[in-house]
C-alpha cells in the first residue's frame, strides 16, 4: 500500500478556498486517489475519486498531476460546518478495505 | 435514503466481559467492513466480509470474530474485553466488486470499565 503524507492541521477562513495535498510517492499503477471527511464522533463520509488529472463533483475538486506522486483536494468557499478531519487514501478499488493515515484537522475559522 | 444501521450506539461492558455489536448495510451492499477507531486515533481496519465469506483481515485481536450473515447483516462479537478496547467501532457497507466508496454506519461507541 503506497503511503501517504497530509499536513497535520490547517486553519482557514470561511468563505475562503481550502486546498490541502497529500503526498503518495509510491503510488502503483492501479491505485486510486480517494478522500474522506470525518467529523467528531461520526463515521468517515467519501468525499472524492479519482485517478489522475482533474475530478470535480458537487462538493470539491481533486487535482492530480501527471506523475500521480501528489494530489490536492480543493474545497471551494470553506464555510464552519467544513470543519473536520479529511484522509486522504491510496489504493486499488474492487471491494478493499480503507488504510487510514493521519489525516488533516482543518479548523475554519469565523 | 436508507443508511448503514449500528446497533447498539452506546455499550459499557467491564473488563473480561463480551460485547456482540451488529451491523445493518445499506440494501443491496453485499459487503461489510468493520473498523475501530480509538481516542484520538485514526480509523484502523479489522475485518470485511463479501457474499458472507470473510474477504480480508486486519488487526483484529484473536478475541474478536464476526460474520456476516444470510441477510448480510453482520455481528462484531468481543470477549475477554479490555480497557484498550474502548473505541468507536464503524461498520460500512458498498457494492460488490470495484466498489469505489464505503458508506460508514454511525458508529457503537464501546466503554469498557
Known amino acids: 500500500l503506497a503511503k501517504t503524507t497530509q499536513p497535520i492541521s490547517m486553519d482557514s477562513y470561511e468563505g475562503q478556498e481550502v486546498n490541502i495535498t497529500c503526498s503518495h510517492n509510491n503510488i502503483a499503477t492501479n491505485d486510486y486517489i480517494t478522500w474522506y471527511q470525518q467529523f467528531p464522533s461520526q463515521g468517515p463520509r467519501f468525499i472524492i475519486q479519482?485517478?489522475?488529472t482533474k475530478v470535480t463533483n458537487e462538493v470539491a475538486s481533486l487535482f492530480i498531476p501527471a506523475d500521480r506522486k501528489s494530489s490536492t483536494l480543493s474545497l471551494p468557499r470553506v464555510s464552519l460546518s467544513d470543519t473536520a478531519v479529511y484522509y486522504c487514501l491510496v489504493g486499488e478499488l474492487v471491494g478493499e478495505k480503507l488504510t487510514f493515515g493521519t489525516g488533516t484537522r482543518l479548523t475554519i475559522i469565523p | 435514503a436508507a443508511g448503514v444501521i449500528q446497533s447498539p450506539r452506546h455499550l459499557i461492558k467491564e473488563k473480561r466481559e463480551t460485547a456482540t455489536l451488529k451491523c445493518y448495510p445499506i440494501?443491496?451492499?453485499?459487503?461489510v467492513y468493520w473498523y475501530q477507531q480509538g481516542p484520538g486515533q485514526d480509523p484502523q481496519f479489522l475485518i470485511s466480509f463479501y457474499e458472507k465469506m470473510q474477504s480480508d483481515k486486519g488487526s483484529i485481536p484473536d478475541r474478536f470474530s464476526a460474520q456476516q450473515f444470510s441477510d448480510y447483516h453482520s455481528e462484531l462479537n468481543m470477549s475477554s474485553l479490555e480497557l484498550g478496547d474502548s473505541a468507536l467501532y464503524f461498520c460500512?457497507?458498498?457494492f460488490g466488486a470495484g466498489a469505489d466508496e464505503q458508506y460508514f454506519g454511525p458508529g457503537t461507541r464501546l466503554t469498557v470499565t
Open positions: 479519482g485517478y489522475k
Open positions: 460500512a457497507s458498498s
Open positions: 440494501p443491496r451492499h453485499d459487503t
